[in-house]
């Protein structure tokens, strides 16, 4: 990783560690921040390799892990970063902005309302998310967002697992075989649009998984 980049990194985790001390945006140790927050969201980052320009959105950015390291490693991505919670979404505009990340759009609201606003349903390139929600949950808030050759990426703790949970899920919603990377991230590429149905109104989905 380069110096500059490395540095950025640093700055973003030391401003999650001074806003978390008001507003709870991670649980994670400041001795594990690097890799939790950095080289898995890295990680995340090689296993998708997104195209140079992609859209990209951070479905449940929270604290922005793995949207802000993203757009620091690739300048030329568009990242919308997705979240209801108004602190969390402020912490996300002070830091993108300390960082003059003009790459970044933060954007107040539910993932189950978003994906049926006309111009956002299907229209990215890359869904990402980490905690967002169990498997079949995060791919009903998530492919719906993806357009048909794209794909949503997921940090969890056993990938091949949280495969094996969302298989039907991902098939209703228009998604492939569900698939894991480097252990640690799960892979559905997009391969047909999602039914108008989904994603279900909010709470629906956490209650009722497909």
Same mark, same amino acid.
Request: hydrophobic share 45%; charged share 25%; aromatic share 4%.
């Given at each position: 990783?380069?110096?500059?980049?490395?540095? !950025?990194?640093?700055?973003?985790?030391? $401003?999650?560690?001074?806003?978390?001390?008001?507003?709870?945006?991670?649980?994670?140790?400041?001795?594990?921040?690097?890799?939790?927050?950095?080289?898995?969201?890295?990680?995340?980052?090689?296993?998708?390799?997104?195209?140079?320009?992609?859209?990209?959105?951070?479905?449940?950015?929270?604290?922005?892990?793995?949207?802000?390291?993203?757009?620091?490693?690739?300048?030329?991505?568009?990242?919308?970063?997705?979240?209801?919670?108004?602190?969390?979404?402020?912490?996300?505009?002070?830091?993108?902005?300390?960082?003059?990340?003009?790459?970044? $759009?933060?954007?107040?609201?539910?993932?189950?309302?978003?994906?049926?606003?006309?111009?956002?349903?299907?229209?990215?390139?890359?869904?990402?998310? !980490?905690?967002?929600?169990?498997?079949?949950?995060?791919? $009903?808030?998530?492919?719906?967002?993806?357009?048909?050759?794209?794909?949503?990426?997921?940090?969890?703790?056993?990938?091949?697992?949280?495969?094996?949970?969302?298989?039907?899920?991902?098939?209703?919603?228009?998604?492939?075989?569900?698939?894991?990377?480097?252990?640690?991230?799960?892979?559905?590429?997009?391969?047909?649009?999602?039914?108008?149905?989904?994603?279900?109104?909010?709470?629906?989905?956490?209650?009722?998984?497909?």
């Amino acid at each position: 990783m380069e110096q500059s980049v490395a540095k !950025r990194m640093l700055y973003y985790l030391a $401003e999650l560690e001074r806003w978390n001390r008001r507003i709870n945006l991670t649980a994670v140790p400041a001795d594990e921040a690097w890799h939790r927050h950095i080289e898995e969201a890295v990680a995340l980052h090689d296993a998708t390799a997104p195209a140079r320009g992609a859209r990209v959105v951070d479905v449940g950015a929270g604290g922005g892990v793995p949207g802000i390291p993203m757009a620091i490693l690739q300048p030329d991505l568009h990242v919308t970063l997705l979240d209801s919670d108004q602190r969390k979404a402020a912490f996300l505009t002070h830091v993108s902005g300390a960082l003059r990340l003009d790459n970044v $759009e933060v954007l107040v609201a539910r993932a189950e309302d978003v994906a049926h606003r006309e111009g956002m349903r299907e229209s990215f390139d890359l869904a990402v998310s !980490r905690a967002l929600a169990p498997p079949a949950v995060m791919c $009903e808030l998530t492919l719906p967002l993806v357009r048909v050759g794209g794909a949503t990426a997921a940090l969890v703790g056993d990938a091949a697992e949280a495969a094996r949970e969302c298989a039907s899920a991902a098939a209703a919603l228009g998604g492939a075989r569900p698939r894991a990377a480097h252990g640690d991230v799960l892979l559905v590429d997009k391969l047909q649009p999602t039914d108008a149905r989904y994603p279900r109104r909010a709470g629906v989905p956490l209650r009722k998984p497909l």
